[in-house]
């Protein structure tokens, strides 16, 4: 079994900053990319940014120039920083990660997903 928790979630005022961590558990052989996504009422899923094992990123041009994506191989964690939030940034951010298990592959795995409202 594979599980992904995410938190950091929560209420912050247009300007103000949230950090998200996504921290994959289980039989774990490597991770391969790491992802958020948001999704916002009424609206489809969107990629935020994504890092490779490397580190090579890339981010929506929404998000780009304030958010930071980050990644710590050895906790196997997923790190988002949010700065100079805007109300439109509200939605609940899910991570994903290409995660190899051992004999079976490499697959997509989700979290639950977390909360994330700006208020004006």
């Known amino acids: 079994q594979v599980q992904l928790v995410e938190s950091g979630g929560g209420l912050v005022q247009a300007g103000g900053s949230l950090r998200l961590s996504c921290a994959a558990s289980?039989?774990?052989?490597?991770?391969?990319?790491m992802t958020w996504y948001r999704q916002a009422p009424g609206k489809q899923r969107e990629l935020v940014a994504a890092?490779?094992?490397?580190?090579?990123?890339n981010y929506a041009d929404s998000v780009k120039g304030r958010f930071t994506i980050s990644r710590d191989n050895a906790k196997n964690t997923v790190y988002l920083q949010m700065n100079s939030l805007k109300p439109e940034d509200t939605a609940v951010y899910y991570c994903?990660?290409?995660?190899?298990?051992?004999?079976?592959?490499?697959?997509?795995?989700w979290g639950q997903g977390t909360q994330v409202t700006v208020s004006s």
């Open positions: 994903a990660a290409d995660i190899e298990r051992p004999g079976l592959g490499a697959y997509d795995y």
């Open positions: 289980g039989s774990i052989l490597s991770i391969n990319a």
């Open positions: 890092i490779t094992s490397g580190g090579s990123t």
